[in-house]
């Protein structure tokens, strides 16, 4: 819902692509995005993805750091209309197959105030664990970072509310998960439904290629259109209609092409993102990396081991980067031979 940090910003970019997406699949008409951080950047990323999709884009800005329910209060003009319906919240740095349509059938009948998405997770003291009744789905409490086995459930940062959810929270730093959802599971007033498929917390670039392939996984189980097709594609790659292709090329697999993305003849790409206004010079190669928006990479260049570019990075011809991370705006002139961040 809120971030700092350019690679976290990159990565969060993509996430909520697959988020406004499902939004958009069940029928929501309006996004509101709860940002701390470059408005500006956000809203010229997704200018063109809101006319795509046809669907209502708009920021709600920090002016200081709100937690992760101030943010709600904040924006509460643009949350409450005279529906009374509940709305979605979805924390950005989160990757899952969506199962939105099923979530709102499940807070509709058992009328509760709230429903939270828990996903099972295979080591359970690591994390705030969510005890709740098998039978309902009705919260009975969180214990956070439990000593003895008390449950494997965890929240996945997907939420659907109801409107009197935000007469709870006042406008201050505010955490929803520690302050507002425990007051409502008191109540007996919170659900949580059990998210089937796969779920990744992507914020950390290793955790986002990781992110990355689960998800295109699901598009293939789901023999989605989305997935590219032809001889120059190996295993799972989506490619936005506007990206141009040269010849020669071989991508993927788990690959993201974004959207008005120039890859030139004889470009390797694996394992990779490139966002927005990306050009990839004649044979270079990039793998486990993210390459950021309006980036050049030149010829016969060599990108690998979890290379973060920044926004308008221009990497010269036959350079190699080993897991560099590139803060915005800078001109790359000379190898990285190991992980370093380059200011």
Same mark, same amino acid.
Request: hydrophobic share 40%; net charge negative.
């Given at each position: 819902?809120?971030?700092?940090?350019?690679?976290? !910003?990159?990565?969060?970019?993509? &996430?909520?692509?697959?988020?406004?997406?499902?939004?958009?699949?069940?029928?929501?008409?309006?996004?509101?995005?709860?940002?701390?951080?470059?408005?500006?950047?956000? @809203?010229?990323?997704?200018? /063109?993805?809101?006319?795509?999709?046809?669907?209502?884009?708009?920021?709600?800005?920090?002016?200081?750091?709100?937690?992760?329910?101030?943010?709600?209060? @904040?924006?509460?003009?643009?949350?409450?209309?005279?529906?009374?319906?509940?709305?979605?919240?979805?924390?950005?740095?989160?990757?899952?197959?969506?199962?939105?349509?099923?979530?709102?059938?499940?807070?509709?009948?058992?009328?509760?105030?709230?429903?939270?998405? +828990?996903?099972?997770? /295979?080591?359970?003291?690591?994390?705030?664990?969510?005890?709740?009744?098998?039978?309902?789905?009705?919260?009975?409490?969180?214990?956070?970072?439990?000593?003895?086995?008390?449950? *494997?459930?965890? *929240?996945?940062?997907?939420?659907?509310? *109801?409107?009197?959810?935000? $007469?709870?929270?006042?406008?201050?730093? #505010?955490?929803?998960?520690?302050?507002?959802?425990?007051?409502?599971?008191?109540?007996?007033?919170?659900?949580?439904?059990?998210?089937?498929?796969?779920?990744? /917390?992507?914020?950390?670039?290793?955790?986002?290629?990781?992110?990355?392939? @689960?998800?295109?996984?699901?598009?293939?189980?789901?023999?989605?259109?989305?997935?590219?097709?032809?001889?120059?594609?190996?295993?799972?790659?989506?490619? /936005?209609?506007?990206?141009?292709?040269?010849?020669?090329?071989?991508?993927?697999?788990?690959?993201?092409?974004?959207?008005?993305?120039?890859?030139? &003849?004889? +470009?390797?790409?694996?394992?990779?993102?490139?966002?927005?206004?990306?050009?990839?010079?004649? %044979?270079?190669?990039?793998?486990?990396?993210?390459?950021?928006? %309006?980036? #050049?990479?030149?010829?016969?260049?060599?990108?690998?081991?979890?290379?973060?570019?920044?926004?308008?990075? %221009?990497? !010269? $011809?036959?350079?190699?980067?080993?897991?560099?991370?590139?803060?915005? %705006?800078?001109?790359?002139?000379?190898?990285?031979?190991?992980?370093?961040?380059?200011?």
């Amino acid at each position: 819902m809120c971030y700092t940090g350019a690679h976290v !910003s990159i990565m969060v970019n993509v &996430s909520m692509f697959f988020q406004i997406e499902a939004l958009k699949a069940i029928g929501v008409t309006e996004v509101v995005l709860a940002i701390n951080y470059q408005p500006e950047v956000m @809203l010229n990323f997704l200018k /063109d993805f809101e006319t795509k999709l046809g669907i209502k884009i708009t920021c709600s800005q920090e002016t200081e750091p709100l937690g992760t329910a101030g943010p709600l209060a @904040l924006a509460r003009d643009k949350l409450i209309d005279d529906s009374g319906e509940p709305f979605f919240v979805l924390n950005s740095d989160v990757i899952s197959e969506y199962p939105l349509k099923e979530m709102i059938d499940f807070h509709k009948a058992h009328g509760g105030e709230a429903s939270i998405m +828990v996903t099972k997770v /295979d080591e359970p003291s690591k994390y705030g664990v969510v005890v709740m009744e098998e039978s309902t789905g009705k919260v009975e409490k969180f214990v956070e970072k439990p000593k003895l086995f008390v449950g *494997n459930k965890i *929240n996945a940062g997907i939420y659907l509310l *109801n409107p009197s959810v935000l $007469d709870r929270i006042e406008l201050r730093p #505010t955490s929803i998960e520690k302050e507002v959802f425990p007051k409502i599971a008191a109540e007996q007033k919170l659900y949580a439904m059990v998210l089937p498929g796969f779920w990744m /917390d992507i914020g950390q670039p290793r955790d986002y290629i990781t992110g990355l392939r @689960l998800y295109l996984d699901s598009l293939r189980k789901k023999s989605s259109s989305k997935l590219a097709t032809g001889s120059h594609i190996v295993g799972n790659v989506i490619v /936005d209609e506007t990206a141009k292709i040269g010849e020669g090329c071989l991508i993927g697999p788990d690959v993201a092409i974004g959207p008005g993305c120039v890859v030139e &003849s004889g +470009v390797r790409l694996s394992r990779c993102t490139l966002m927005r206004g990306v050009r990839i010079k004649k %044979h270079a190669c990039i793998s486990s990396s993210i390459i950021g928006w %309006h980036s #050049t990479v030149g010829q016969w260049a060599r990108v690998e081991n979890m290379t973060i570019l920044g926004e308008d990075v %221009h990497v !010269s $011809d036959e350079i190699y980067s080993n897991g560099g991370v590139v803060l915005p %705006h800078k001109e790359i002139k000379s190898s990285i031979l190991k992980p370093e961040i380059v200011m």
